[in-house]
């Protein structure tokens, strides 16, 4: 396997939902130029639409969808230099120990990378663990990268595989202002960039919503776009109980037609911002990045359960009464530079830690075999339960019920087994989106 130093890397990304799978492959592109991308999607409640796929924009050299077991059995260690891991925490845990037990014995393996897709603002230690293993385990700032080190040293656990980078999809153009007195050739844009779980009451939301339309009132001669991360009945990193669309359909007076409901990549909706409203979204470090006027609300509270407490420090607090009488908060460079956001120009740079990390390990003769903090010994209460769920026994082997299927599906079993998936997964969504909440009203009476 000594080509492996000299050919471009072959890297395969296993992602379980739309954005982990922005951020898996684009993570790829940034560690390990110029190779072949594989993808892989983890089959489960969040597994992307064509739609969702062909709004991230990021294309891989083969796509295939699959479960943890058999991802374990499919990923060679002869086939990929790489194995980018971008997933939640528990699928990482699973496939670190389903993947130490495949490889085990063997003298060259792939390098296992993983990370987080955005900002880390809930779960710090108990992501951090489950993702505890991987050879490189990426931190998207100075802030987080002394965070992780913290949490690993900590529990008494290697601290060195945490690598400092940046969030992989930040670019574009940056922003220019009108002059005083310029006349654009669109309306002045303001952008509500939705997220699926916060806040996750209905009159929460609701009231965010309706905030932003009379926004659009009070302000006619702008446009408003509240941005969506997914259609109704599709599913993202985080569970959207309740979809702006369904409650704009439900306003009284509707939108008023400066005020519309939009989709996309994040990157061309930016191109067109002049002012970036959300809660917690990493939107807001995508509009910074790119010096567009940011701001994050806190008509609901600064909370932890919101995540617009990480932006404590970033001069970009703001409510909407602030916004609608004119004020555009002014960001804190200290703070912007502490969380990887380079307007400065020095973004590309960031990436060269990370870059130089996988290179060495890729070149190295020999990998020592994956450890993860959690074993069958410092967790025999937890641990089992997180590799079932990805149909591997305690010792990280696929289960019985498992067992991969034959390699020749027939077209008409094929359909079969997709319609009834494609079902299951309407079931779900039905229950999670209207049943669930039902029952919670109910509880509170």
């Not at 086939?79 to 495949?102: F, K």
């Not at 890729?362 to 997180?386: D, H, N, Q, R, S």
Request: glycine share 8%; charged share 25%; hydrophobic share 40%.
């Amino acid at each position: 396997m000594s080509s492996r130093t000299h050919s471009p890397p072959r890297v395969a990304v296993l992602a379980d939902s739309d954005t982990r799978w922005k951020w898996g492959a684009l993570t790829a592109h940034r560690i390990a130029p110029g190779g072949r991308l594989d993808g892989f999607l983890l089959r489960g409640r969040a597994t992307p639409t064509v739609r969702q796929l062909a709004e991230v924009g990021v294309r891989a050299d083969a796509l295939t969808e699959v479960t943890g077991a058999e991802f374990v059995r499919t990923a060679d260690r002869t086939r990929y230099d790489v194995i980018v891991l971008a997933c939640v925490g528990g699928a990482v845990q699973a496939m670190t120990h389903g993947l130490a037990r495949s490889w085990a014995g063997q003298r060259r393996r792939p390098a296992v990378v993983t990370g987080y897709v955005g900002v880390v603002y809930e779960k710090l230690a108990d992501g951090l663990l489950l993702r505890h293993g991987a050879d490189v385990v990426l931190a998207n700032s100075r802030h987080d990268a002394e965070r992780f080190r913290d949490v690993y040293r900590g529990v008494g656990a290697s601290a060195d595989s945490v690598v400092e980078c940046a969030l992989p999809f930040l670019g574009g153009a940056p922003y220019t202002p009108a002059a005083p007195g310029e006349v654009q050739d669109r309306p002045y844009t303001v952008v509500f960039a939705a997220q699926p779980s916060v806040p996750d009451s209905r009159a929460g939301r609701t009231y965010l919503l309706k905030r932003a339309v009379q926004h659009a009132r009070l302000h006619p001669e702008r446009e408003v776009l509240i941005k969506l991360r997914s259609k109704p009945g599709e599913h993202t990193t985080h569970i959207e109980e309740l979809p702006y669309q369904k409650l704009a359909g439900k306003l009284p007076d509707g939108l008023p037609d400066n005020c519309r409901l939009v989709y996309g990549h994040m990157g061309e909706v930016l191109d067109r911002t002049d002012l970036l409203v959300t809660v917690s979204s990493t939107a807001a470090l995508e509009s910074l990045h790119r010096a567009v006027p940011t701001a994050v609300l806190t008509d609901l509270g600064i909370r932890e359960a919101l995540g617009n407490h990480h932006f404590l420090g970033s001069g970009c607090l703001a409510s909407w009464d602030q916004l609608d009488a004119g004020h555009l908060p002014e960001p804190d460079p200290r703070w912007t530079a502490r969380q990887g956001v380079a307007a400065d120009g020095s973004y590309e740079r960031a990436f060269d830690a990370a870059r130089d990390r996988v290179a060495d390990l890729v070149a190295a003769p020999e990998l020592p075999p994956l450890t993860p903090y959690y074993t069958p010994v410092t967790a025999p209460g937890y641990l089992p339960g997180i590799l079932a769920r990805h149909g591997l026994d305690p010792t990280g082997h696929p289960l019985p019920h498992a067992a991969a299927e034959p390699r020749e599906v027939s077209a008409l079993r094929r359909a079969t087994r997709n319609a009834m998936r494609d079902a299951a997964r309407g079931a779900y969504r039905h229950g999670v989106q209207r049943v669930a909440p039902v029952i919670r009203r109910m509880g509170q009476l």
